[in-house]
């Protein structure tokens, strides 16, 4: 199986030119001119984009579109999702679909697309920033981006016209990005390279390590274990809950004791706690270092409640939604209805193209570490990547949501700790020290299909076999690109409908990662049998997070068999999981 350059597509406005590829160099497409040469090495193709109109063009995306040769279908493609909570898997060509071919819900698709507006045609698969394609023949292919951090990488595997043959359309994301006349921009490079179908895995560490050096990734904290707050009291934690579990982690092997959502005043004022937490965030900080534990809090820093004091101090900060009518009003990024508010939870961006928002998301850094909170968990980030009115309409949608977590680095400093959640992958490598590769996990194991919220999202709602989907899926990042962190660990056995057995499954699988290892219970729920699970969770997690280190991270050797996989390998240790009901041995 091997890739033919076929042409180059782009998208400008209501415009969608083309221009076929006939070797390297300059490929008028419209307005644009595409430059293609090949690449020395890594990455296997270099690109830039150049207006040579005179006037200024917004630019949605540009496409090299590859043709499949010596290719035997049925395919198997490797679908990477876009953000932390996106499913990633196998999927098969002419059989799965993407859901946006059948769900048209734009708010949902920007969460979890890099273009939230392009619905998939029927039999369209997509991948973001990687892929690995796998034939009948058990040739294996992988496509992915070298970055992305200037824009975004799709990857579309269609049918070609006329319904012979298959195309793998490598699309870089611009979002609608304006170039000036006569701007010149480079794109990320396309990485490609071969193995045959057992090499899957092999070929993903590789491009992660590659990804991973050249954009100088934050791979060097030590394993982490911690409590977490959020998947027993979720919003309804209290101080007085918070010090009671306090006062029990002496008996824990806890490095981390961190709090959730529920303390602030309001989402986006992030330095001000409301009436049930009336120490204040110095005061809670001060105790748990004093407990001899690292002080860790959760922040969702670019949104902002429309009651907010940010927003109402600063409506000039709030990115803009054209209205169908003329004008412009700010725009929603996100909708949680436990935050409540005046806009009955529909939160707003914050337009990390301001100067003064940056200043303002370095300065919140700053001062949560001046109070003491050296590990901050960074929520629901992909919120400055929604399609809407930017100061700056020259930044892509990847250069949005990157000025935000570079400005709380530079306020937090290169000591903090710094957790993403919520966040498109490709943009935060080199920025954060660990990263959530998966959705939220849920005292349960798995939703019934009546739970879903809109048709073919299942998998992103909260539960934790698709966290434990993820956490096989993406175990190659590990050590590569970040610290992977996989979700808390639940260890209770009552007010939870984990069966102990799903409980066990899922601290295994945890522990294997060689991630994050957080437990999210309240402490005096947990009896010995509990404090064995984790014993052995982390004795597992320390072994493989050493592997990790010497460049063997955890594998998932059925990654491109089964969805989702059931085995995971690590330090001499494999799980084998029915993950229909989340039974397991080891």
């Not at 070609?160 to 994301?173: D, K, M, P, S």
């Not at 940056?358 to 001046?370: I, K, P, R, S, Y």
């Not at 990157?402 to 080199?430: K, M, Q, T, Y």
């Not at 004795?539 to 990654?559: C, E, F, I, K």
Request: proline fraction near 6%; aromatic fraction near 8%; charge should be negative.
């Amino acid at each position: 199986m091997r890739l033919v350059p076929l042409r180059v597509e782009a998208r400008i406005g209501t415009s969608n030119p083309s221009a076929p590829v006939t070797g390297t160099g300059a490929v008028p497409v419209g307005v644009l001119e595409v430059d293609l040469a090949e690449g020395a090495g890594q990455p296997s193709m270099s690109w830039g984009l150049f207006n040579r109109d005179d006037h200024a063009v917004a630019v949605r995306s540009v496409s090299i579109v590859f043709g499949l040769g010596d290719v035997v279908e049925p395919v198997r493609i490797f679908r990477h999702g876009y953000q932390s909570w996106s499913p990633s898997g196998v999927a098969t060509f002419g059989v799965d679909s993407d859901p946006s071919a059948s769900a048209h819900f734009e708010f949902l698709q920007a969460v979890h697309h890099a273009d939230q507006r392009e619905v998939t045609t029927a039999g369209e698969l997509r991948s973001e920033w990687v892929t690995v394609l796998v034939d009948a023949a058990g040739s294996a292919l992988l496509a992915g981006f070298e970055a992305g951090t200037g824009h975004d990488g799709t990857l579309r595997l269609r049918r070609a016209q006329g319904g012979v043959g298959i195309e793998l359309h490598t699309e870089a994301f611009l979002g609608d990005a304006v170039l000036a006349p006569g701007e010149r921009r480079a794109l990320h490079g396309v990485i490609v390279q071969h193995g045959d179908g057992r090499q899957a895995v092999e070929l993903l560490s590789a491009w992660a390590e590659t990804v991973g050096r050249s954009g100088g990734a934050r791979v060097g904290a030590p394993y982490q274990v911690g409590w977490c707050s959020w998947y027993h009291y979720f919003d309804a934690i209290t101080e007085t809950a918070f010090m009671r579990n306090l006062a029990r982690a002496a008996d824990w092997p806890f490095d981390v004791f961190q709090l959730d959502d529920g303390f602030q005043a309001a989402v986006g004022d992030w330095l001000d706690t409301n009436d049930t937490f009336p120490s204040g965030l110095p005061g809670l900080a001060g105790a748990v270092r004093d407990a001899g534990l690292r002080p860790g809090l959760w922040l969702a820093p670019f949104l902002a409640a429309p009651d907010s004091r940010v927003a109402t101090e600063h409506p000039d900060w709030l990115a803009r939604r054209r209205e169908p009518g003329g004008g412009t009003r700010p725009l929603y990024a996100w909708w949680n209805p436990a935050w409540g508010g005046g806009h009955d939870g529909f939160m707003y961006a914050l337009d990390t193209t301001l100067p003064e928002v940056v200043d303002h998301l370095a300065e919140t850094a700053h001062g949560l570490v001046e109070m003491g909170f050296s590990y901050l968990k960074l929520d629901f980030t992909f919120a400055p990547s929604v399609d809407g009115v930017w100061a700056d309409p020259s930044r892509t949608p990847a250069q949005r949501v990157r000025a935000g977590f570079e400005a709380v680095r530079r306020g937090a400093g290169e000591d903090a700790f710094i957790v993403g959640c919520g966040a498109p992958l490709s943009h935060v490598v080199g920025v954060v020290d660990a990263n959530r590769i998966g959705p939220d996990v849920a005292p349960l194991w798995a939703l019934e299909p009546s739970a879903e919220i809109v048709a073919g999202y299942l998998d992103v709602q909260p539960a934790t076999k698709g966290a434990y989907a993820a956490t096989l899926a993406r175990s190659f990042m590990h050590r590569r690109l970040w610290v992977n962190d996989p979700d808390c660990v639940m260890l209770r056995s009552t007010h939870t409908e984990l069966s102990p057995e799903a409980a066990r499954t899922w601290a295994r699988a945890v522990g294997l990662s060689g991630g994050l290892a957080l437990v999210s219970d309240d402490l005096a729920l947990l009896d010995a049998d509990a404090r064995a699970v984790l014993d052995d969770t982390l004795a597992m997690g320390r072994a493989s997070d050493s592997a990790a280190r010497a460049g063997t991270s955890a594998v998932a050797p059925d990654l491109l068999d089964h969805a989702p996989p059931t085995t995971f390998t690590a330090a001499r240790h494999t799980l084998v999981t029915d993950p229909t009901i989340g039974s397991s041995q080891i």
